[in-house]
């Protein structure tokens, strides 16, 4: 079976010291974001040459790799769907099937790595000309990555100059108990200053004092010195 053969060429290039170290990385301990994630050692760089080896594979097969336990197998899944999503070639039912296959495994996508190498291609990319209704949904659940996927979902409005959606999420987000949601607001608001700073400030005036203090420092992370301490020593 052709997963068989996918999940093969990746374990040809498994390393047990790496697996035991994402292991720990990510949290898979009980307790952990990741509890009960499972990996078997390769590396992304690899991951993505053999995605392009089987580019061609259909959304049963991908749905299969990103019901598995293996980390690096949703992984997979997950760049095969972005490729297939950024090409010119794939029209737009093509883009909703992938959008639709997501969403509807979003529940395996329970990782911050999966959420980032995904959400911003995938998520953003179809949302950008369409209702948002599902992006404030997400931002608004009980679970961590969706409201991760949320927020980085918006990296693909701000590449094309659109703030609104991610400054209104952040506030959403303003007082997320969890840090990998602090982080990530944080580099978004950064992206955002990278752009136009006086956007990025407006907001931070407002709001910086309600900030938990690894967002404010994500997200000033660029600023000049003395503006920066300025923010943090107020």
């Not at 099937?97 to 790595?113: A, G, M, P, S």
């Amino acid at each position: 079976m052709m997963i068989k053969q996918i999940q093969n060429e990746l374990k040809k290039h498994s390393n047990d010291q790496y697996a035991a170290h994402h292991q720990i990385f990510f949290k898979t301990q009980t307790g952990g974001y990741g509890e009960g994630d499972i990996f078997i050692g390769v590396r992304v760089p690899k991951i993505r040459q053999v995605a392009k080896q089987y580019k061609n594979i259909g959304p049963d097969l991908i749905e299969k790799l990103l019901r598995s336990k293996i980390h690096e197998y949703r992984m997979i899944a997950l760049i095969i769907m972005v490729n297939r999503f950024s090409l010119k070639s794939t029209n737009l039912q093509g883009k909703e099937d992938l959008f639709d296959l997501y969403i509807k495994n979003k529940d395996r996508i329970n990782n911050w790595d999966l959420v980032d190498i995904s959400a911003p291609h995938i998520v953003g990319g179809f949302l950008f000309e369409r209702e948002k209704d599902v992006l404030y949904n997400l931002s608004k659940s009980m679970v961590l990555w969706d409201r991760r996927i949320a927020i980085l979902a918006t990296f693909y409005f701000i590449r094309k100059n659109d703030f609104k959606h991610t400054i209104k999420i952040s506030k959403i987000l303003l007082h997320d108990n969890e840090d990998l949601i602090h982080k990530a607001v944080g580099w978004m608001l950064r992206e955002i200053g990278k752009r136009d700073m006086q956007v990025e400030e407006k907001f931070l005036k407002k709001e910086f004092k309600k900030m938990p203090r690894t967002m404010l420092r994500y997200a000033i992370e660029k600023f000049p010195e003395d503006l920066r301490q300025n923010y943090l020593k107020a």
